[in-house]
């Protein structure tokens, strides 16, 4: 019987947003690939859309060449550098275009804003538990050890079940909001279960916003053997 392809699902950060720690921070990052290296993984997969394949993949191409300077976003600094460093010749992009617009988040805050404020203080104090946890100006090692720990995903967990609350039996605002979001993410599992074969050993970046959702659809799918991304991480 052949094996379960196995997966290492490691959450990130939009790393883009702060270049000046990417750029003092590259020895580190070197050490976060060369554990992930360790892992090897037959098949790298980045949270871009399926449109974009052609030209996340032509940037790979002329990086390996050496004619692309990478930018500042964990693609670039993970990905690329990743699938250079095994000989990959390809990265899959598993994203999905879902329409997040009806209703858009910002929507939803402003329901709470109006009508349930006690509700939006408690939303508030969790997203500041999450911000604690992860502080914006740790390392980038610092920061993905903290997006991957368990209790990270459970106090993610616990903030859109609370967002679910947000609306009346009229305006199920919260709860619309997630359909849409789980549609994405269900799509997205979807995508890279559909690219995993027996033996293969998938390394999945995704936004970790999107950790409960996926961890939960692949560990229940029994389709993969999950290994903790805190494993291969630098200790």
Do not use: C
Not at 132 to 144: A, F, I, T, Y
Request: cysteine-free.
């Amino acid at each position: 019987m052949a094996s379960k392809p196995e997966i290492i699902i490691l959450g990130t950060y939009h790393m883009a947003m702060n270049p000046e720690s990417v750029n003092q921070h590259q020895r580190e990052i070197s050490e976060i690939i060369h554990e992930l290296k360790e892992f090897n993984p037959t098949k790298i997969a980045v949270e871009k859309s399926f449109l974009l394949s052609k030209e996340v993949n032509r940037r790979l191409q002329e990086y390996i060449s050496g004619t692309f300077r990478l930018g500042y976003d964990e693609v670039d600094q993970f990905g690329y550098r990743l699938a250079k460093e095994l000989g990959h010749k390809e990265l899959y992009t598993i994203d999905e275009e879902v329409n997040m617009t009806s209703p858009a988040l910002n929507q939803v805050f402003e329901w709470a804003e109006n009508y349930q404020p006690d509700l939006l203080t408690e939303i508030i104090e969790i997203q500041q538990q999450l911000a604690n946890m992860e502080p914006e100006d740790s390392s980038p090692l610092l920061r993905l050890k903290a997006i991957n720990q368990a209790e990270y995903h459970s106090t993610l967990e616990k903030l859109y079940l609370k967002l679910t609350l947000i609306g009346n039996h009229q305006h199920q605002v919260g709860a619309a909001w997630l359909k849409q979001w789980h549609q994405r993410d269900l799509s997205i599992f979807a995508n890279v279960s559909r690219l995993a074969v027996n033996d293969d050993r998938v390394l999945l970046l995704i936004g970790k916003d999107h950790l409960p959702l996926l961890n939960h659809f692949f560990e229940a799918s029994g389709g993969f053997e999950m290994v903790p991304a805190y494993e291969y991480l630098p200790k």
